[in-house]
């Protein structure tokens, strides 16, 4: 077992994600929303997320993977589709944390060309520092500097995700 330090409390964390779930209620005003949890990573953070927005919420999920060598065309597999029809839907797609950018930056694409009416991205956590390409993220948690972190949904070699916190690894 690897010693892991405490980033993110898990009472810090939970108030900012219920803040950003208040947010999510302004700014889609009675609408219904469709989440997109980008597995396995974004498990905790969507469920704690969606428990706290009082507009109907459907929920829907992926699976992607990288391929292996292509880091430079941010290619990704796609292990697992989402389940529904997002046709005129209001979507936001919601990951545990944005590195380099890539990972969104292609599901971004290939969900617009499902033709949702709008879609937005979520994220518990950044790292602005790390970031390859520029994308608009509309509702982040926290930009933490570049520290390799687990916990809440974040594993490192599958482990940790069950963590109630943020933690880092040296
Ligand atoms: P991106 O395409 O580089 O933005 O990749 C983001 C993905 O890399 C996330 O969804 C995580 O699965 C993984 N990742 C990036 N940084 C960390 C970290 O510090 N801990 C655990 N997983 C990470
Ligand atoms: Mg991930």
Redesign the pocket.
């Known amino acids: 077992m690897k010693e892991i330090y405490t980033l993110i409390n898990k009472a810090k964390l939970e108030k900012r994600i219920e803040e950003l779930a208040k947010q999510i209620e302004k700014d889609y005003d009675g609408k219904e929303v469709v989440l997109i949890g980008?597995l396995?990573?974004?498990i905790m953070f969507m469920t704690q997320l969606a428990k706290n927005i009082k507009n109907d919420v459907l929920l829907d999920f992926m699976d992607v993977s990288?391929y292996e060598g292509t880091e430079s065309t941010?290619k990704?597999k796609i292990n697992k589709d989402i389940r529904d029809s997002i046709e005129g839907k209001d979507v936001i797609i919601v990951?545990?944390?944005?590195?380099?950018?890539?990972?969104?930056?292609?599901l971004l694409e290939y969900l617009k060309q499902k033709n949702p009416n709008s879609i937005k991205i979520a994220t518990m956590?950044s790292?602005p520092s790390?970031?390859?390409v520029e994308l608009a993220v509309e509702y982040v948690g926290f930009s933490?500097e570049?520290?390799?972190?687990?916990g809440y949904g974040?594993?490192?070699n599958e482990k940790y995700r069950n963590l109630p916190y943020i933690g880092?690894i040296e």
Request: proline fraction near 0%; glycine fraction near 8%.
């Open positions: 980008i396995k990573g974004s990288s941010g990704i990951e545990d944390i944005i590195d380099t950018g890539r990972t969104l930056t292609y956590l790292k790390r970031r390859v933490i570049d520290k390799f972190v687990v974040l594993d490192y880092y």
